[in-house]
């Protein structure tokens, strides 16, 4: 029972467009949503956090939104650069150190 | 900046092997994780250490054990590797365990049990 869920496996973009990264969750517990980012041969890095009691976090080029009614997330990536190609995992976490984390989604950007 | 190093980046045993991963940081960080990562079902905790020698079984704990005798050093242990146990481990360490704590990952070890 996947509890987040990050249904596009792959996702390719043009540079300079805007990525969208989705990832939903199913348990109204989870307070606190992160997202990290996978290079590969290297392990995830933190990427932005976002608190429930938000409903938007901005750092840079990335935005996290939160809907907690439809119970999903996303991640804005503007403007796209071929630097981000990497797998994006959404993580939840119901105020404790576990996190749960979703299949993740592999993002190219295109040159 | 912090640093978490994992002993190998691949390795092959056999069914059957006992199978030590090793991982260490440098930060004092009072918390380690052990993950494994597979296709189609992300990253699952397989054990937990907040302290040494304390632990806390994760999600999929069957089939492993940890060890926790030095802070810096967090060992996961395959007692009779199986070919299920085939994967990519994954250490973390995260210097609290309060909400939202940012996890910092080793780069993985890709273990394949034939």
């Known amino acids: 029972d996947q509890q987040v869920k990050q249904n596009s496996p792959s996702l390719s973009v043009q540079e300079g467009r805007i990525s969208i990264l989705n990832c939903d969750y199913t348990?109204?517990?989870?307070?606190?949503f992160l997202w990290y980012k996978k290079y590969p041969a290297e392990g995830p890095t933190f990427l932005i956090s976002?608190?429930?009691?938000?409903d938007k976090n901005e750092d840079g080029r990335f935005t996290v939104f939160l809907n907690k009614s439809a119970k999903h997330l996303s991640l804005h990536i503007v403007p796209s650069q071929p630097g981000d190609s990497a797998v994006y995992f959404c993580a939840a976490s119901s105020g404790t150190y576990k996190y749960i984390f979703g299949t993740g989604t592999r993002l190219k950007v295109l040159a | 900046d912090v640093k978490v190093t994992q002993s190998s980046r691949y390795l092959v045993k056999r069914t059957g092997e006992k199978v030590f991963l090793e991982c260490v940081q440098d930060?004092?960080?009072?918390?380690m994780f052990w993950y494994r990562q597979d296709p189609g079902l992300g990253l699952r905790l397989i054990y937990f250490?907040?302290?040494?020698?304390?632990?806390e079984k994760g999600d999929i704990p069957e089939g492993y054990s940890v060890s926790r005798e030095k802070k810096e050093r967090f060992s996961l242990i395959l007692e009779s590797a199986s070919t299920n146990q085939t994967s990519m481990y994954l250490c973390?360490?995260?210097?609290?365990?309060?909400?939202?704590?940012?996890?910092?990952f080793g780069p993985g070890t890709r273990l394949l049990v034939l």
């Open positions: 976002i608190s429930s009691i938000k």
């Open positions: 348990n109204s517990m989870f307070d606190y």
């Open positions: 930060m004092d960080h009072e918390n």
């Open positions: 973390a360490s995260s210097l609290y365990t309060g909400v939202g704590e940012t996890q910092y």
């Open positions: 250490s907040y302290d040494v020698k304390m632990k």
